[in-house]
T-cell receptor, first 116, second 119 residues
């Protein structure tokens, strides 16, 4: 299943399935993107990042895809586990903006629920 | 190892009351950020400190919001005359990098947040 972060903020999958979480970012000048995981009662935790000169980056069980043409970002989680249940946020940044390169702009988020 | 800590974890305030939220960043981290996260939303940038200097406060929603980091470590976010719309989770993050170094901002480590409810 798929979820668009802004319009379909929930995604429910079975344990062991692959999950795809989508995000439409807003600023065409953004050149650095991060996915965060936020569990209930905790702060956001870094998952994976990607720069705009790449269209794909893989981590452990996670893959981020970037389509700059349509300003779309996705997070793929392989073999989803109950511990993956959380809200997932994409964040964008203009890394080359000199003095303001610290600013992150977060999307609304998608709630992922993994059923055992 | 100690991460970013925030206190209190929960705060209930009556409308009009002043509140102070504390952030203890990771020791030695140069940069400190405050974010506001409304229910069901992503965090929104409030302000940024590099050591004790507040370099950016463009995200503070009104002059009722004030942040300080006088000794370049612990920071306090103060909200005066709280309003119901101030109800949110306030997140603090710290980073070992200063703004002039190459990112990535992934090195922002977040605390657990303070959940503020204004009645």
């Amino acid at each position: 299943g798929e979820s668009v972060g802004l319009h379909l903020p929930t995604l429910s999958v079975q344990e062991g399935d692959n999950s795809i979480i989508n995000c439409a970012y807003s600023n065409s000048a953004s050149d650095y993107f991060i996915w965060y995981k936020q569990e209930s009662g905790k702060g956001p935790q870094f998952i994976i990042d990607i720069r705009s000169n790449m269209d794909k980056r893989q981590g452990q069980r996670v893959t981020v895809l970037l389509n700059k043409t349509v300003k779309h970002l996705s997070l793929q989680i392989a073999a989803t586990q109950p511990g993956d249940s959380a809200v997932y946020f994409c964040a964008e940044n203009i890394a080359g903006s000199g003095g303001s390169n610290y600013k992150l702009t977060f999307g609304k988020g998608t709630l992922l629920t993994v059923n055992p | 190892g100690a991460g970013v800590s925030q206190s209190p974890r929960y705060k209930v305030a009556k409308r009009g009351q002043d509140v102070a939220l504390r952030c203890d960043p990771i020791s030695g981290h140069v940069s400190l950020f405050w974010y506001q996260q409304a229910l069901g939303q992503g965090p929104e940038f409030l302000t940024y400190f590099q050591n004790e200097a507040q370099l950016d406060k463009s995200g503070l929603p009104s002059d009722r919001f004030f942040a300080e980091r006088p000794e370049g470590s612990v920071s306090t976010l103060k909200i005066q005359r709280t309003q119901q719309e101030d109800s949110a989770v306030y997140l603090c993050a710290s980073s070992p990098r200063d703004r002039l170094l190459s990112p990535p901002p992934k090195t922002q480590y977040f605390g657990p947040g303070t959940r503020l409810l204004v009645l």
